[in-house]
């Protein structure tokens, strides 16, 4: 049975639109490869760094339902399991063995998965299957000529390809498998990495679009200047007031985005119990990049 958005709205922190909802979540790295190279991405695994892509370490299916156990009797108002990377979700098969294990094992939690979209269509069934109930896709373009600015390439069935063909599959694999999945009852909140030099005044486009193939809620998460895209500069308050107004004429619109880790465990903004659940020595930096 679909989970309805108002109770994601009590029960879910990134889909409380407008006053926090003080619930907590914890983020499983069972993901590690991509099949997409973003330019303001960097995979990293380390125990500084707080921003998406990073985690302290890679765990196994089976290691993140020992996870989720003891972070439930450390934390009850724990009420979301979620797969964020630190790679793509859909890239490797780990994330949906993960939610399967976890539908059986703890049924009442919610779950909840981030992808760049590149695999969602032809892994949609898989997703519904396993039980995932709101979903997250990284869009940043719905405009291939904007999209090959932010993605440098992507491996698809086993192709290197880049460029602006790289951007058109990647565009209508993520259009389409929005549009699957939320007919399906998945509820789907859209991101997109709000980057000034390139995809400002686009955003506006991206929200009518997603929110028309029956996307719930959008995000705006404020580039920070790294790898490729260090030139760029990152949103201030200001910009991000105007466009998230400019975005919330077609979708909801969530404010309260922390950026966070791929192993974090907690309440956004809060207390932060990973670094006494992943018990496990600091690892050199990996430089592959994700979605």
């Avoid at 979903?135 to 880049?162: F, M, R």
């Avoid at 602006?164 to 929005?178: F, V």
């Amino acid at each position: 049975m679909a989970v309805s958005f108002e109770e994601l709205q009590k029960n879910h922190p990134c889909f409380a639109v407008g006053q926090k909802n003080n619930s907590g979540r914890i983020h499983l790295p069972v993901s590690p490869g991509c099949n997409i190279s973003c330019n303001f991405c960097r995979i990293s695994l380390n125990d500084t760094e707080n921003r998406p892509g990073v985690a302290s370490d890679i765990i196994t299916p089976d290691e993140a339902l020992g996870i989720v156990e003891r972070s439930i009797e450390m934390m009850p108002e724990l009420s979301v399991v979620g797969v964020a990377g630190p790679g793509d979700t859909l890239a490797t098969p780990y994330a949906l063995e993960t939610f399967r294990k976890i539908k059986d094992k703890f049924p009442k939690m919610i779950k909840c998965m981030s992808t760049n979209g590149l695999l969602l269509y032809e892994k949609a069934d898989e997703l519904i299957d396993a039980g995932v109930d709101t979903l997250t896709v990284t869009v940043n373009a719905v405009d291939p000529d904007i999209q090959s600015k932010i993605n440098d390439h992507i491996i698809w069935h086993g192709e290197w390809i880049s460029g602006r063909e790289a951007a058109e599959i990647l565009i209508e694999n993520q259009l389409k498998g929005i549009e699957k999945v939320a007919a399906a009852g998945v509820t789907v909140k859209v991101n997109t990495v709000l980057i000034p030099e390139i995809n400002k005044d686009h955003v506006p486009e991206i929200a009518k679009t997603v929110a028309g193939l029956g996307a719930t809620i959008y995000n705006l998460i404020p580039l920070i200047p790294q790898h490729k895209l260090a030139w760029c500069t990152e949103p201030d308050c200001q910009m991000l007031y105007e466009v998230r107004a400019e975005a919330e004429k077609y979708i909801k619109v969530f404010r309260h985005c922390q950026r966070c880790r791929a192993d974090a465990i907690g309440v956004p903004g809060g207390r932060d119990i990973s670094k006494q659940i992943y018990l496990r020595e600091i690892k050199l930096e990996n430089t592959f990049s994700h979605g």
